[in-house]
């Protein structure tokens, strides 16, 4: 069925939108085929279950991929579960559907992909060089957070002084605020909250995102990570709002709290300048801040093979951390990151 010229929430036939927009952004025939070929096979399988595209949840999602595995090997249904993430990755991006149902199916799966030609892939080395080239004390600070911690940009954005405790005289003598109950006796931490909400007061100001997290989340901050929010601190400037927020702008809003549009912009524009971001690219292609949170759960998890820390690092769900550890739960996350986390400094 012809799409020409329509919009994305008004194609009667999303994978058709969808196929279109990827021969626009450059990806061969072969890997045209092979998402149509598994997109048509989903929306059949969907449509025996009396959904589509747009009205199945979660547990349909993971219905199907279900229904692969006593044909597929395991790498094989790993990859067209990732197919279908990314088609809904997309078209939730250009506002077709409402959300992407798939985010969580491929949190949990157990099966991993051998290869992965639509995803850009950068290894650590790259991604070093990467930040090299970055010199704004803030930009730096913006990135090396996103890349040590995996958090969302929303959540990055929300940060506020409170929520950073350094091991370091020097910085606490600077700021008046002091480290949150929560962190007070954790050196070298940050809190990552789950309360915030966009446009609900939280620490007395209004927010522009939301925080998506499932448990508030204490994070180590490694030896680079305080080096880079240092250099911030050195030169961060005063501003008005009474939560004292963490991450400023230096740019039109200055002394205002940075938002999440502001990030991606940051991101964007070294990311250009890499070759890792071009208009119209999907977001298996362009590297944006979400991508930060895919580089850390990748390159952690394959490091640490540890599950549990990585998902409580992320924001979600880790109860077996917590089960396993117990009262030393804490201690054991930070040993962990400790002894895994990848340089980038």
Request: aromatic share 8%; net charge negative.
């Amino acid at each position: 069925m012809s799409v020409e010229g329509g919009t994305p929430d008004s194609a009667e036939d999303p994978v058709a939108y969808f196929l279109q927009d990827i021969t626009y952004h450059g990806k061969t025939q072969r890997t045209r085929d092979a998402y149509e070929r598994v997109l048509r096979r989903c929306e059949r399988f969907l449509g025996t279950r009396g959904v589509d595209f747009r009205t199945a949840g979660q547990r349909d999602c993971m219905a199907w991929v279900h229904s692969l595995r006593g044909d597929h090997a395991p790498s094989t249904v790993a990859t067209y579960a990732s197919y279908l993430h990314r088609f809904y990755a997309y078209m939730t991006q250009v506002e077709a559907f409402d959300g992407n149902p798939m985010a969580l199916v491929m949190e949990e799966m157990d099966e991993s992909i051998d290869t992965d030609p639509a995803r850009r892939e950068v290894d650590v080395p790259t991604m070093r060089a990467f930040v090299a080239d970055i010199r704004h004390p803030l930009d730096r600070a913006l990135v090396v957070t996103l890349l040590k911690t995996g958090m969302r940009v929303g959540e990055l954005c929300n940060l506020d002084l409170r929520d950073l405790h350094l091991e370091d005289p020097e910085v606490n003598a600077a700021f008046e605020a002091r480290p949150r109950a929560a962190v007070e006796n954790r050196p070298d931490t940050l809190y990552v909250a789950s309360e915030p909400s966009r446009g609900h007061a939280y620490n007395g100001e209004e927010r522009t995102a939301s925080n998506k997290r499932k448990r508030d989340t204490v994070i180590p901050v490694d030896a680079e990570l305080r080096s880079a929010l240092r250099g911030w601190l050195a030169v961060r400037p005063d501003t008005r709002s009474p939560a004292d927020p963490l991450f400023l702008s230096t740019r039109d809003r200055w002394g205002e709290r940075l938002t999440p549009k502001m990030v991606r912009n940051v991101v964007r524009g070294h990311a250009e300048a890499r070759g890792w971001h071009r208009e119209g690219g999907d977001a298996a292609e362009n590297v944006t801040p979400h991508y930060f949170r895919h580089f850390f759960t990748t390159h952690l998890r394959d490091r640490t093979g540890d599950r549990g820390v990585v998902k409580y690092l992320r924001g979600d769900v880790a109860s077996d951390v917590i089960d396993t550890y117990t009262h030393n739960w804490g201690d054991r996350v930070r040993s962990v990151y400790e002894a895994n986390v990848y340089a980038v400094l």
